[in-house]
């Protein structure tokens, strides 16, 4: 994946649902913004990069999203339960 810019981000979370509909959601903090090199067509893209917790090296890296429906909020935006989910991590 090609980056044209990257941007440090402040107090920005990627959320989803947990896997399971009783499971908590599953909140990731967003170090930095990303702007995708265009595709095909001329189109750029935002994204979020992450830093999940994956064993070996590959949590010392940062990550797009998983590719499940979720979005980005700001912490004045999480509601008690997803704050609760970022002191587990």
Same mark, same amino acid.
């Given at each position: 994946?090609?980056?044209? *810019? ?8 990627? !959320?989803?649902? $947990? ?7 599953? =909140?990731? *903090? =967003? ?8 595709? @095909?067509? $001329?189109?750029?893209?935002? =994204? ?10 590959? @949590? !010392? ?27 587990? !991590?």
């Amino acid at each position: 994946m090609a980056y044209t *810019q990257i941007t440090p981000a402040q107090d920005w979370f990627f !959320r989803h649902p $947990g896997l399971r509909p009783e499971d908590p959601p599953i =909140v990731y *903090q =967003v170090a930095a913004w990303a702007l995708k090199a265009p595709n @095909s067509e $001329g189109h750029t893209e935002v =994204v979020g990069l992450i830093a999940p917790i994956f064993p070996g090296d590959a @949590s !010392r890296k940062l990550h797009e999203p998983p590719p499940v429906e979720g979005g980005y909020l700001h912490r004045d935006q999480l509601d008690q339960q997803e704050l609760a989910q970022l002191k587990k !991590r």
